[in-house]
């Protein structure tokens, strides 16, 4: 005789059932183990198991029973049923069959499953880790482990990895990526959803298989080679998570065992009508373990630096997109959603208490209060919020002819009056480039010198500004048509005129970030930030300083005009000598190279006051941006 549940009892899923298993995927699912029989010995197989507590009856089916199905019981003291099937090993494909309480039966993958079919297919597989990490990787976690993000420069460069080079696998991502983003000076990049989705057209943002890498690409042990690689040439990764919501694919977690179960049964509470899926029962206990388990999976068993976090502001609002009688207020009578945020502060304070140097990031749309404060601060915990507000008022900037940006000048700077109420990421991501939004490159007027020059003045306008950057792929080559899932970037530009200049001067951004700590180190502190001229809107000019804590000073100087300024004045904080260290108007960038400061700038005392600024005068390209760095 044997454990016919293989090795798993009552008292293994309390923490499931209390809300308090952080590592769910180990208990759950389906998992090689061996089991002793005392006539045969030690024997090899699966166990299955699975949460359906209001089944009937529950079947595992697949290849070793020829998909007829074979019955599983209940755990004793919960509602997860198990079996243990003999010599059902790696790389099996398996469904549950479920009996609903009416006596109809329904065919369901594994919510645990680690690696499912290539869609259309969608059976789950049984699946073990064979992976084994490099020493480099330890040292890797080790210095991450160390570091602090907030004072360290963020650069981000967001991908489809279907899309990026067409055709790829994990593998051969692992072969060319890294490379590609170290020459780019980027410092991370985020990956939209990996996590299986069977319509391509949801960017992965449907996730039927939270525990499984997309089978399109290759193996779970694959993608662990890509972070691997990514990780050996300095990038950091981060994964997109998607807890708000779910498909209502009849197949996968919805309904699961015939009743609302991962979902409200209350359709006011339980499903997002704009993207028509189901919400998660944030409150339930199992939810919650469900939950918090997958997003520690990726960072523990993936390595993942950092989680960003997709539609927040859907889970912190009742009446998220939903009109009058169509939500249900919380206990107090209010709108925001408890239950979601008592998960979300649940999340964040664990990830970052459990793995040292992870980010969690927040795509967060509202004013909600208190994103990026520690949860013992009575905040929501996150480490960084994406600051959508500055991105929705600097494209409505450029999309404006020259003529008019004057009237809206303070679309540029408004950001600052809320600039350190949060830990903030600068977004240009896919949202902004699909659905007849345009490019980047086609977000501005007029012809293409003015769209280069004006989109050059503009990215270093953002490297700049107090925030991390993150950029779609792309638009760091100025790609001219919108992002699609199906096709590959437009590559066979990326070589011509004002595309590889818009290529080096991104790398030259990213150099020049990583070689002058003021230009990040203080991002979130308002100590890193002075105004030079906020006000200049009859020239559409900008001009700040940044500064770190050992006194590096950069000025920076951004015209969004089509008129140059031969003899443009700024004011800077000190007298002296500074330095042009970069000029988007350079003909290394495809730009007119008429107007540069290749002599160092001299600025002069107004006064003796200590606190009295030095004024100076430079040449000011039209629709460019230039440094200039303090030399004493």
């Known amino acids: 005789m044997h454990d016919k549940f293989g090795n798993l009892a009552g008292w293994d899923l309390e923490g499931f059932h209390s809300g308090g298993d952080t590592e769910a995927w180990r208990r759950l699912g389906s998992h090689v183990v061996t089991v002793h029989d005392s006539e045969r010995g030690d024997l090899r197989g699966t166990r299955f198991a699975v949460w ?95 570091t602090n993000v907030y004072e360290s420069q963020m650069s981000v460069y967001e991908m489809h990895l279907g899309s990026w080079r067409k055709g790829l696998t994990y593998l ?112 339930r206990n199992e939810v919650k373990s469900f939950l918090v388990s997958n997003a520690l999976y990726w960072v523990h068993q993936f390595h993942a630096d950092a989680l960003r976090v997709d539609a927040v502001a859907s889970m912190l609002y009742l009446d998220y997109s939903r009109e009058e009688g169509q939500w249900i207020p919380n206990q107090y009578g209010g709108r925001e959603n408890l239950e979601a945020i008592d998960l979300l502060r649940y999340v964040n304070k664990h990830l970052y208490e459990r793995v040292p140097g992870v980010v969690i990031i927040a795509e967060e749309s509202t004013s909600f209060g208190g994103i990026t404060k520690p949860v013992h601060w009575g905040g929501l915990g996150f480490g960084f919020k994406w600051n959508m507000g500055w991105m929705n008022d600097s494209l409505r900037y450029l999309n404006l002819d020259p003529v008019y940006r004057q009237y809206h000048h303070n679309d540029m700077t408004f950001a600052m009056v809320y600039a350190y109420s949060e830990n903030f990421i600068l977004p240009i991501s896919h949202d902004e480039v699909v659905h007849g939004k345009g490019s980047m490159l086609n977000k501005i007027p007029q012809d293409d010198y003015r769209k280069f020059s004006t989109l050059r003045a503009f990215y270093a306008f953002m490297w700049s500004f107090p925030g991390k950057q993150l950029l779609f792929m792309g638009q760091e080559f100025a790609q001219r048509s919108e992002w699609h899932e199906d096709q590959s970037l437009e590559w066979w530009v ?65 015209n969004f005009s089509p008129d140059p300024y031969p003899h443009y004045p700024i004011s800077v904080p000190k007298a002296g000598t500074w330095q042009e260290i970069l000029n988007t108007d350079s003909p290394e960038f495809n730009g007119g190279g008429m107007f540069d400061n290749s002599e160092p700038i001299v600025a002069t005392e107004i006064s003796s006051d200590e606190d009295s600024w030095a004024w100076a005068t430079i040449s000011l390209p039209p629709m460019s941006a230039i440094w200039l760095r303090y030399q004493g």
């Open 52 to 146: 359906a507590p209001n089944a009937q009856r529950v079947q595992v089916m697949g290849e070793f029973n020829w998909w007829q199905g074979d019955d599983m019981e209940l755990v004793p003291g919960s509602g997860v049923w198990a079996v243990w099937k003999e010599d059902v090993l790696e790389g099996t494909q398996y469904k549950y069959k479920i009996q609903h309480q009416d006596g109809s039966w329904q065919e369901k993958v594994d919510p645990f499953a680690r690696f499912a079919d290539v869609p259309p297919g969608n059976a789950s597989i049984v699946w073990e880790s064979k992976y084994e990490w490099g020493a480099s990787e330890q040292e890797w976690l080790d210095r991450r482990a160390q």
């Open 172 to 283: 051969e991502l692992a072969e060319q990526l890294p490379e590609y983003l170290k020459w780019q000076g980027y410092t991370h990049v985020e990956f939209m959803p990996v996590m299986s989705h069977p319509f391509e057209g949801s960017w992965g943002y449907q996730v039927t298989g939270y525990f499984a890498p997309d089978a399109r690409l290759g193996s779970p042990d694959d993608f662990r080679h890509l972070v691997e690689a990514l990780h050996a040439e300095g990038i950091g990764v981060i994964l997109d998570w998607v807890p708000g919501h779910f498909p209502k694919d009849d197949w996968a977690l919805g309904r699961f065992d015939g009743t609302a179960l991962f979902e409200h049964a209350d359709p006011r509470q339980g499903e997002q009508q704009d993207w028509g899926t189901y919400v998660f029962n944030f409150g």
């Open 494 to 558: 990326d070589s011509l005129w004002g595309h590889d200049g818009m290529r080096h001067l991104v790398r030259r951004l990213n150099e020049l970030q990583a070689e002058h700590p003021a230009l990040y180190q203080l991002d979130c502190s308002p100590e890193g930030f002075r105004w030079m001229n906020a006000d200049d809107a009859g020239h559409n000019a900008y001009s700040f300083v940044r500064a770190d804590r050992d006194g590096e000073l950069i000025a920076c100087i951004t």
